[in-house]
């Protein structure tokens, strides 16, 4: 399928994001995704992302967290997303701010609309919910964070988590912790633990050697894409 790109910019956080917009072919209304990116930033691996789901008939935006930053220094990214993790409206600002701009597009059916994020972009997906927003589904690599007390009973959607078994930022206490929030919440939601897979497992460009317990796992990266496409499939199917 053909598709279409754009960069797109706009405010949040008090940065300007540049953002990365495809298209799919065609001139019709179409279901719509966010896509967030790991705290690392947006590159050309997670604006491919949006492309791939561009491919597959979705209006996509691989939205920003950085002000167009890459980090390639693990400290300087904690430092710079650290902060952001333990500030649930900075997140939520963030989103809606992507939000806004994916809702603005001509292709959108703004009544169907998803959230996937990896990483912190998970985060900031959950948040949304968290907050209220009307999405036909959240799905989250690596993000399974939790919210202000009682905020989870406001997602009105299927969430879906993937976690690394061996990820020591996301350990069984926080996956724990996570599925009881949902749980007590009466979200509709799933996790998945990939075995013997590490943080950032989903992404070619982590080394292991740069972070412990950091490092690509290509078996479950490439289940956990299509555990993604498969619940958009489910909750954001694309009709012709």
Known sequence: MTITTRTVEYPADGLTMIGHLALPAGADRRPAVLIGPEGIGLNDFQRRRADALAELGYVALAFDINGG????????MLAHVTPLLADPDRMRDIGHAALDVLRAEPRTDPDRIAAVGYGTGGAIALELGRDGVDLRAIGT??????????????IRCPVWAGVGSQDPIMPPAQRAAFTAEMQAAGVDW???????????????QVDHTVRPGVGHHPRHAERAWRDIVGLLAECLPVTE
């Open 141 to 154: 690599v690596n993000a399974v964070t939790t919210g202000r007390p009682g905020e989870a009973a406001r």
């Open 190 to 204: 799933r996790l998945v633990v990939y075995g013997g897979a590490l943080h950032a497992f989903h992404h070619p």
């Open 69 to 76: 930053r890459w980090f390639t220094d693990p400290d300087e």
